[in-house]
C-alpha cells in the first residue's frame, strides 16, 4: 500500500532519499532489510515510481536521519520557505502507526524544555530536603549522601531526554557507560561495602553490554518492531543467565534456579513468537508491494 498523497512530487522524494541514503552509507539493500520491505521497493521509491507506505514514513525518516516533514517535501528543512499543511494527515496517521519514534519537532522542543526546568527544580529541591533532614537529625551527613548521588545520576540520564537533544537514547545510555561504575565505586566507599563494587561492576559491565545490544537491534532494524522485540526477548533471556552466574559466583547462592529457567524459556518464546511474527508481517508485505 503506498500514500495517496504527499506534498512533494515522487520523484522529489525519490531524489531525496537516495541521496540520504547515500549520505548514511547505506545499500538499497541494507535499507530494505531495516524496513522489512524488499530491496526492488526501495529502488521504486528511488526512482520515484511509488511512495513509501504511511506506517513506514517515520522509521524511514529515522534511518535516514531526517524529519517526516523533510522527507514528505523531499528536502531539507532549510530549503522549505513554510510547513506544507498536505504533510499534517499524513504525519499524523504515521505517528498513530510508529508508537517507539521520539518525535523532534519544536512543539515538542518547548514542551520538553518546560519538563526540563520542572524535573530540575523538583530535583533541587529533593536534594535540598535530604541534606537538611540528615543534618538536623544526625549532625552529619550520612544516608543523604548516597541519596544525592542517585540523584544526580537519575538527572544525568533524563538530561538527554528533557533538554530537547537529538538521538536521546544513545546519548542517555552513553552516560550510563560512562558513570554507572565510578557511582558504583562511590555508593561503595560512602557505604563502606567493598562487595557492592566488586558485584556490581560485573553487573554493569553485563547489563551495558546487553543494552547496548538492545539499542543496536532496534536502530538497525527501525522499520520491524516485531524483530526487534524478538532480538529484545533473546538478548533478555542471555541477560538473566549471566547477572544470575555472576550473583552465584560472588555470594555462593543459588536459590532462584528454577524461577531463572523460567524465564529464560519464557524469553526464549517471547523472541520466537516475535520473529515469527515479523516473517508472516514482512511475507504480507512483499505480497502485497
Same mark, same amino acid.
Given at each position: 500500500?503506498?500514500?495517496?498523497?504527499?506534498?512533494?512530487?515522487?520523484?522529489?522524494?525519490?531524489?531525496?532519499?537516495?541521496?540520504?541514503?547515500?549520505?548514511?552509507?547505506?545499500?538499497?539493500?541494507?535499507?530494505?532489510?531495516?524496513?522489512?520491505?524488499?530491496?526492488?521497493?526501495?529502488?521504486?521509491?528511488?526512482?520515484?515510481?511509488? /511512495?513509501?507506505?504511511?506506517?513506514?514514513?517515520?522509521?524511514?525518516?529515522?534511518?535516514?536521519?531526517?524529519?517526516?516533514?523533510?522527507?514528505?517535501?523531499?528536502?531539507?528543512?532549510?530549503?522549505?520557505?513554510?510547513?506544507?499543511?498536505?504533510?499534517?494527515?499524513?504525519?499524523?496517521?504515521?505517528?498513530?502507526?510508529?508508537?517507539?519514534?521520539?518525535?523532534?519537532?519544536?512543539?515538542?522542543?518547548?514542551?520538553?524544555?518546560?519538563?526540563?526546568?520542572?524535573?530540575?527544580?523538583?530535583?533541587?529541591?529533593?536534594?535540598?530536603?535530604?541534606?537538611? /533532614?540528615?543534618?538536623?537529625?544526625?549532625?552529619?551527613?550520612?544516608?543523604?549522601?548516597?541519596?544525592?548521588?542517585?540523584?544526580?545520576?537519575?538527572?544525568?540520564?533524563?538530561?538527554?531526554?528533557?533538554?530537547?537533544?537529538?538521538?536521546?537514547?544513545?546519548?542517555?545510555?552513553?552516560?550510563?557507560?560512562?558513570?554507572?561504575?565510578?557511582?558504583?565505586?562511590?555508593?561503595?566507599?560512602?557505604?563502606?561495602?567493598?562487595?557492592?563494587?566488586?558485584?556490581?561492576?560485573?553487573?554493569?559491565?553485563?547489563?551495558?553490554?546487553?543494552?547496548?545490544?538492545?539499542?543496536?537491534?532496534?536502530?538497525?532494524?527501525?522499520?520491524?518492531?516485531?524483530?526487534?522485540?524478538?532480538?529484545?526477548?533473546?538478548?533478555?533471556?542471555?541477560?538473566?543467565?549471566?547477572?544470575?552466574?555472576?550473583?552465584?559466583?560472588?555470594?555462593?547462592?543459588?536459590?532462584?534456579?528454577?524461577?531463572?529457567?523460567?524465564?529464560?524459556?519464557?524469553?526464549?518464546?517471547?523472541?520466537?513468537?516475535?520473529?515469527?511474527?515479523?516473517?508472516?508481517?514482512?511475507?504480507?508485505?512483499?505480497?502485497?508491494?
Amino acid at each position: 500500500m503506498e500514500p495517496t498523497a504527499a506534498p512533494g512530487s515522487g520523484r522529489q522524494m525519490g531524489n531525496f532519499i537516495l541521496e540520504m541514503r547515500k549520505a548514511r552509507g547505506l545499500t538499497q539493500k541494507e535499507l530494505a532489510k531495516a524496513l522489512g520491505v524488499t530491496d526492488k521497493a526501495v529502488s521504486k521509491w528511488e526512482r520515484g515510481a511509488s /511512495c513509501p507506505d504511511i506506517s513506514l514514513l517515520l522509521p524511514l525518516a529515522g534511518l535516514l536521519d531526517v524529519s517526516a516533514e523533510e522527507l514528505l517535501n523531499g528536502r531539507r528543512a532549510c530549503d522549505v520557505p513554510e510547513e506544507s499543511p498536505a504533510a499534517q494527515p499524513l504525519l499524523a496517521k504515521s505517528r498513530s502507526r510508529t508508537f517507539w519514534f521520539l518525535e523532534d519537532s519544536p512543539e515538542s522542543h518547548q514542551m520538553k524544555l518546560g519538563l526540563f526546568l520542572g524535573v530540575s527544580a523538583l530535583f533541587l529541591l529533593s536534594l535540598m530536603t535530604c541534606l537538611i /533532614c540528615d543534618y538536623f537529625s544526625s549532625q552529619s551527613f550520612t544516608w543523604s549522601l548516597p541519596v544525592l548521588a542517585s540523584l544526580v545520576l537519575a538527572w544525568t540520564l533524563l538530561l538527554p531526554f528533557l533538554a530537547a537533544w537529538k538521538r536521546p537514547l544513545l546519548k542517555a545510555l552513553s552516560l550510563l557507560s560512562v558513570f554507572l561504575i565510578p557511582y558504583l565505586a562511590l555508593l561503595s566507599l560512602l557505604l563502606k561495602a567493598p562487595l557492592l563494587l566488586r558485584l556490581g561492576f560485573y553487573i554493569a559491565v553485563i547489563s551495558l553490554a546487553g543494552l547496548w545490544c538492545i539499542y543496536g537491534a532496534f536502530s538497525r532494524y527501525y522499520g520491524r518492531k516485531y524483530r526487534a522485540f524478538g532480538m529484545f526477548f533473546l538478548i533478555a533471556a542471555f541477560l538473566s543467565f549471566g547477572i544470575s552466574l555472576t550473583v552465584t559466583h560472588f555470594t555462593g547462592e543459588n536459590k532462584n534456579g528454577q524461577s531463572l529457567v523460567l524465564k529464560i524459556i519464557l524469553s526464549l518464546a517471547l523472541s520466537a513468537l516475535c520473529f515469527l511474527l515479523d516473517y508472516y508481517k514482512i511475507q504480507a508485505r512483499n505480497h502485497m508491494a
